[in-house]
């Protein structure tokens, strides 16, 4: 059976609208690489957390605002963009969770970075302020699904064993980026300026994250579907675990 994924919604601090906000590509991408989406409104309580830990087999962090940097120990700097305390806290507690239970979880872009701090390492709050060498990783104006920069992939790591591909050349729409990965994960891939683009646990069975948007390209560069097909074939290993 399909595997139920939780799919994480973004929202702002200051949305006077107070919508959640979800891309319907994120949604296509699980669908389409064989999940069931399941939409994860945030909340406080941790009954309901519960609720969805035993519902969901997979948990997917889309992206979003920048991170309240409180969280790994830093004051906020002038570069740092819009935030949404109330999604970092939630997705905080629901990683933490999910990683006792070793549930699958892909994370793309802001969702890889909170999965890193989570996990407990850090990310520069403003890659334009804080990385003098660093390229530009958030070019204004362009197509979603075009290239930016290219990538060096680790040809040990777990992501080359599923793309297959050393160095592909991926799209990149941010300006935070992890500082320090968390104990427990290691570095994937490496943007040309040696910016971290990807980190994955060495001890979780299925827990990583990449720093572009493979869900805007995966029409022109279909590899990227791997990584969803990855991670919804642990999902659905998780959930008939789970059922025994
Ligand atoms: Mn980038």
Not at 142 to 156: F, G, K, S, W, Y
Request: net charge negative.
């Amino acid at each position: 059976m399909s595997p139920l994924i939780g799919i994480i919604p973004s929202r702002l601090m200051d949305d006077p609208s107070d919508n959640y906000h979800i891309r319907a590509i994120n949604v296509a991408a699980i669908v389409q690489n064989g999940g069931t989406p399941l939409i994860l409104p945030y909340s406080e309580d941790p009954a309901l957390l519960d609720r969805y830990l035993t519902l969901i087999s997979g948990l997917y962090f889309t992206g979003g605002c920048d991170i309240l940097p409180d969280y790994f120990g830093e004051a906020p700097i002038p570069g740092l963009g819009e935030l949404c305390p109330s999604r970092d806290a939630f997705e905080i507690r629901l990683y933490q969770q999910a990683a006792k239970l070793d549930m699958p979880m892909l994370g793309v872009c802001r969702g890889v970075q909170i999965m890193n701090v989570a996990a407990g390492g850090s990310l520069y709050q403003d890659l334009g302020s804080q990385m003098s060498q660093a390229l530009v990783h958030s070019p204004k104006g362009v197509d979603r699904a075009l290239p930016c920069h290219n990538l060096q992939i680790d040809p040990t790591s777990r992501l080359y064993s599923i793309l297959k591909t050393e160095a592909p050349a991926v799209n990149s729409f941010h300006h935070e980026a992890i500082k320090k990965p968390a104990p427990g994960y290691r570095v994937t891939a490496l943007a040309p300026d040696q910016v971290i683009e990807g980190i994955e646990s060495t001890e979780l069975t299925f827990s990583l994250g990449v720093q572009w948007h493979p869900e805007d390209m995966l029409r022109s560069a279909p590899v990227f579907a791997e990584l969803y097909k990855a991670f919804i074939s642990a999902a659905a290993s998780y959930d008939k675990a789970r059922c025994i």
